[in-house]
């Protein structure tokens, strides 16, 4: 689950949070809207819940918060570790593993969600992972994921020329070097695999995508 990236969250364990807030003049768009967008997921999701990249476990607190049954994965050890200082989430498991190598709850569970992850995989780990959570989930289950996608190529294209243009190099940077889909691919992922979906935009670059299953995968 491109862990080619982990280093990168190494070094920005520390500093995640104060960015999520605004705190880095060159990701304030990217993060525009980022509580609200945890509140959409955690409205729409169910009662028992996986979390993929839960990071320094933001939406982990609202979905506990919430009063819903939350199994936390993440790669990150010093991710973990700052989530794991949360009062909200001092009873809370934090598991090692991603998207796609992971401890499958012991408990049922109604929906899959994550924020600001689903980017670091290929597209074939896309396609691979949206099948297999196919098998974990039941009929009317759910999978919601805030992301970075973009509505098509040439709207990837303008917003990187304007990032560019903006002198943003970390954020074009980003952008070149992720895997972030394109609404159509998504919508290909989720269909092809037994999901209805429906998307909400948060800001310029990011989406939210509610998936429903409604059949089984093949």
């Given at each position: 689950?491109g862990l080619e990236f982990m280093p990168i969250f190494e070094?920005?364990?520390?500093?995640?949070?104060?960015?999520?807030?605004?705190?880095?003049?060159?990701?304030?768009?990217?993060?525009?809207?980022?509580?609200?967008?945890?509140?959409?997921?955690?409205?729409?999701?169910?009662?028992?819940?996986?979390?993929?990249?839960?990071?320094?476990?933001?939406?982990?607190?609202?979905?506990?918060?919430?009063?819903?049954?939350?199994?936390?994965?993440?790669?990150?050890?010093?991710?973990?570790?700052?989530?794991?200082?949360?009062?909200?989430?001092?009873?809370?498991?934090?598991?090692?593993?991603?998207?796609?190598?992971?401890?499958?709850?012991?408990?049922?569970?109604?929906?899959?969600?994550?924020?600001?992850?689903?980017?670091?995989?290929?597209?074939?780990?896309?396609?691979?992972?949206?099948?297999?959570?196919?098998?974990?989930?039941?009929?009317?289950?759910?999978?919601?994921?805030?992301?970075?996608?973009?509505?098509?190529?040439?709207?990837?294209?303008?917003?990187?020329?304007?990032?560019?243009?903006?002198?943003?190099?970390?954020?074009?940077?980003?952008?070149?070097?992720?895997?972030?889909?394109?609404?159509?691919?998504?919508?290909?992922?989720?269909?092809?695999?037994?999901?209805?979906?429906?998307?909400?935009?948060?800001?310029?670059?990011?989406?939210?995508?509610?998936?429903?299953?409604?059949?089984?995968?093949?």
């Amino acid at each position: 689950m491109g862990l080619e990236f982990m280093p990168i969250f190494e070094n920005w364990a520390a500093d995640y949070d104060d960015e999520i807030n605004g705190g880095n003049p060159e990701y304030q768009a990217v993060f525009l809207n980022y509580w609200e967008s945890l509140s959409v997921i955690t409205t729409a999701a169910g009662s028992s819940i996986l979390e993929f990249g839960s990071g320094t476990g933001n939406l982990t607190e609202k979905l506990v918060a919430a009063g819903k049954q939350v199994y936390p994965v993440e790669p990150s050890p010093e991710m973990r570790a700052i989530a794991r200082k949360k009062t909200l989430l001092k009873d809370v498991t934090f598991l090692p593993g991603d998207m796609e190598h992971f401890e499958k709850p012991l408990a049922s569970i109604d929906t899959i969600v994550s924020n600001l992850v689903f980017h670091h995989l290929t597209a074939a780990e896309k396609e691979q992972v949206i099948k297999k959570y196919n098998q974990l989930l039941p009929l009317g289950g759910k999978i919601i994921f805030g992301d970075t996608m973009f509505l098509s190529q040439a709207s990837y294209d303008k917003i990187l020329a304007a990032v560019k243009s903006a002198g943003l190099e970390n954020l074009a940077a980003d952008l070149e070097r992720e895997y972030y889909p394109l609404i159509p691919e998504v919508e290909a992922y989720f269909s092809d695999n037994g999901f209805q979906t429906t998307y909400q935009q948060m800001n310029r670059f990011v989406w939210i995508v509610s998936a429903e299953k409604i059949m089984e995968a093949e």
